[in-house]
């Protein structure tokens, strides 16, 4: 169980005593209740556990209620508001003011009372205020009576609440670049301004060295690594693929065992670095024990480290996978070759829906014209308008081979609805072949699969523009 952010309900009201306060006090409170029962049923952090919510310990009507609220969710760890209200309020007294918060208002759509007004009145505020606000309004009226949320409500809310709750969840995290720029790729410029500005985060960096310097110093859990070894030995090594190098570039049996014990050490201590390890500490390590808070990691690899060493494809694989040698766990966000414009499109992914993601490459579309001139076949149904090939550059996840099912199709899923039959079928759809050694001069190993047809995909990928700012694109297939 992890600290996370809780979601703060605001439920607003007007600040009229003397009969207009006293009958909504009720219809309010019930509404901010109905708010945090519905995101607590519905939404999860990244270790299965229900996402908290906060309510103010009254109704909000004047603007020391709105400074007691404050006061409680920044000692409560609130990381994002929602707003409620089923009439008019006084915008500035009431809303929040919080500049880090993610912020939305529900105002009820009511004949009795203009929740309406007081929707369109706070977020003019908060446009002119540059505090932005997710306004939020169902389309069918309903009774003063009525607590229920209609379901387009729900639906917004819960878009939103699933939203918020993935910034304040990286707000305060770290990005860990280990290396630096890999092969002149852009996203692997890494750009703090964007971090903090836009996300709220920091930027960590170590030089690839520091593993090996792990390595040859003993800085890991030696029972871990024998463990690790074990169940490699016993899930992976099983699947190694024939070495198609040529027979000059061929490595002995002895150096390729030596590469399998070099990856697993290499995947603890990217690890570490990323989160620490309280067993270092008991081993007198007491600075790597810290880690560097990386909520996301990218690793440089190529060419200063693939040249000499074996590659990360292995760590990078088994990391954004949602399980390894200590069983079924929330996958890891780590970027190959330190993309971390992927890296981060990944964590977007991984906090917005608890699955692991995938790092693949668009190799080439296949119009189907080349298809039918090439195989002679003509491609129908799904395929018909072509195929996006796609192969997975190193650290796809083993999640990806679709051998998880949800209502019998393939799927991935959250870790806590995994089960270790299926953990068990996704390693054994996937094979470990030696790198090629054109490309990875330093040996290791590279993961091969394919994935069961059928499951949804979402591809995205944010950019940098200059002068405009950090663009994301998405295609949904």
Request: charged share 25%; aromatic share 8%.
């Amino acid at each position: 169980m992890h600290n996370y952010p809780k979601i703060g309900i605001r439920p607003v009201i007007d600040g009229r005593q003397g009969g207009v306060r006293e009958s909504l006090e009720d219809k309010t409170m019930n509404l901010a209740r109905a708010v945090s029962d519905l995101i607590s049923s519905h939404l999860k952090n990244g270790d299965g556990s229900p996402v908290e919510c906060v309510i103010a310990d009254g109704t909000i009507g004047r603007v020391g209620e709105s400074a007691a609220c404050a006061e409680k969710f920044e000692r409560a760890g609130v990381g994002a508001t929602i707003t409620v209200t089923s009439c008019w309020c006084y915008g500035t007294e009431t809303m929040d003011m919080n500049p880090h918060y993610p912020k939305a208002v529900w105002g009820f759509n009511g004949t009795e009372r203009p929740g309406a007004v007081y929707l369109a009145a706070v977020l003019a505020a908060h446009a002119q205020k540059g505090l932005p606000a997710f306004g939020i309004y169902g389309r069918d009226i309903q009774d003063i009576s009525d607590n229920s949320i209609p379901d387009d409500v729900q639906e917004k809310l819960l878009r939103f609440a699933r939203a918020a709750q993935a910034v304040a969840t990286m707000r305060g995290r770290s990005y860990l670049s280990i290396g630096s720029v890999s092969m002149g790729i852009a996203g692997s410029m890494v750009n703090p301004d964007f971090f903090q500005e836009y996300l709220g985060m920091r930027n960590e960096s170590v030089d690839s060295t520091e593993i090996l310097r792990r390595m040859e110093e003993g800085i890991y859990d030696r029972a871990e690594f024998e463990r690790a070894m074990a169940w490699t030995e016993e899930k992976c090594k099983p699947n190694e693929g024939e070495d198609f190098n040529s027979e000059a570039k061929k490595r002995s049996r002895e150096v390729m065992d030596a590469d399998w014990e070099f990856v697993v050490k290499m995947t603890l201590i990217i690890r570490d670095l990323m989160t620490g390890n309280p067993k270092l500490r008991e081993m007198g390590f007491k600075e790597e024990a810290i880690g560097h808070n990386a909520i996301a990691a990218g690793f440089q690899g190529q060419r200063q480290w693939t040249d000499f060493r074996p590659n990360g494809d292995f760590s990078e694989a088994i990391l954004n996978s949602s399980f390894d040698w200590n069983g079924i766990r929330e996958a890891f966000v780590v970027a190959t070759e330190n993309d971390a414009l992927n890296g981060v499109t990944m964590l977007f992914g991984h906090l917005l829906t608890n699955t692991a993601q995938l790092f693949s490459d668009v190799r080439t579309y296949w119009s189907p014209e080349a298809v039918k001139r090439v195989t002679g076949k003509e491609l129908t149904g799904r395929a018909a308008n072509g195929i996006i090939h796609l192969i997975n550059s190193g650290s796809t996840t083993l999640d990806g081979t679709g051998r998880q099912r949800l209502n019998g199709k393939p799927a991935l899923k959250p870790h806590w609805e995994i089960t270790p039959q299926e953990t068990d079928e996704c390693l054994a759809a996937t094979t470990w072949y030696p790198a090629n050694r054109d490309y990875f001069r330093g040996g290791g190993y590279s993961s091969n699969f394919l994935s069961e047809g059928g499951m949804p995909v979402t591809m995205s990928r944010v950019n940098l523009v200059k002068g405009v700012g950090p663009v994301l694109q998405i295609a949904e297939g």
